[in-house]
C-alpha cells in the first residue's frame, strides 16, 4: 500500500509527500476506532493481531513508524488483561513453578523489547518484504500439510 502511494508521489516535494503520511498525533477520534476495530479481525484464527492494526494504521495514512507505535501501544491493555486472567492460576503453586514464571517473564519482556526496537528501526528503512515471503512460505506450507494430513485420513 505504501509502495503504491509512494509511486504516485514521485514527482511532489518533500512537503507534498510528508502531508500523505501522517504522525499519530493528527490521527482523529474515527481513524483510531477504525485501528482499534481492526483489532478485531485477528480473533480470526492466523490472522495477527499487530499486522491487521499496522495494516490498518497504514491504510489511515499513518507513516510506518507511527502504525507499528500505535498497534504495540494498542496491544498494552489486551497484554495486561490477560495476565490479570492468568495469574490468578498460580495462587497455591510451589516456589519452583513461580521462579520458572518470573524467568519467562523476564526473558519474554526482553525479547519483546529487543524485537519491538528491532522492528521500529527496521519500519524505518526497511520494506516488509522479509515478512511477506515468510507468510508465503508458511501458508504453503501449512496448505501442504493440512491436505497431506486430509487426504491420509480420508
Given at each position: 500500500m505504501r509502495r503504491r502511494a509512494e509511486e504516485k508521489l514521485t514527482f511532489s516535494n518533500a512537503k507534498a509527500r510528508e502531508a500523505n503520511f501522517r504522525s499519530l498525533s493528527s490521527l482523529s477520534w474515527r481513524e483510531a476506532l477504525?485501528?482499534?476495530?481492526?483489532?478485531?479481525?485477528?480473533?480470526?484464527?492466523?490472522?495477527?493481531?499487530?499486522g491487521v492494526t499496522i495494516v490498518a494504521g497504514l491504510g489511515v495514512r499513518l507513516n510506518h513508524e507511527d502504525a507499528a507505535r500505535y498497534?504495540?501501544?494498542?496491544?498494552?491493555?489486551?497484554?495486561?488483561?490477560?495476565?490479570?486472567?492468568?495469574?490468578?492460576?498460580?495462587?497455591?503453586?510451589?516456589?519452583?513453578?513461580?521462579?520458572?514464571?518470573?524467568?519467562?517473564?523476564?526473558?519474554?519482556?526482553?525479547?519483546?523489547?529487543?524485537?519491538?526496537?528491532?522492528?521500529?528501526?527496521?519500519?524505518?528503512?526497511?520494506?516488509?518484504?522479509?515478512?511477506?515471503?515468510?507468510?508465503?512460505?508458511?501458508?504453503?506450507l501449512s496448505l501442504i500439510l493440512l491436505f497431506t494430513i486430509a487426504h491420509g485420513k480420508g
Open positions: 477504525i485501528v482499534g476495530f481492526a483489532q478485531s479481525l485477528a480473533l480470526i484464527p492466523g490472522i495477527s493481531r499487530t498497534s504495540f501501544l494498542l496491544g498494552t491493555p489486551l497484554i495486561g488483561l490477560a495476565a490479570l486472567l492468568e495469574v490468578p492460576q498460580l495462587v497455591g503453586q510451589t516456589a519452583q513453578t513461580w521462579l520458572y514464571v518470573v524467568i519467562g517473564m523476564v526473558v519474554a519482556g526482553i525479547v519483546a523489547y529487543l524485537c519491538t526496537k528491532f522492528l521500529m528501526k527496521y519500519f524505518e528503512t526497511g520494506r516488509l518484504y522479509p515478512f511477506a515471503y515468510y507468510c508465503w512460505g508458511a501458508g504453503l
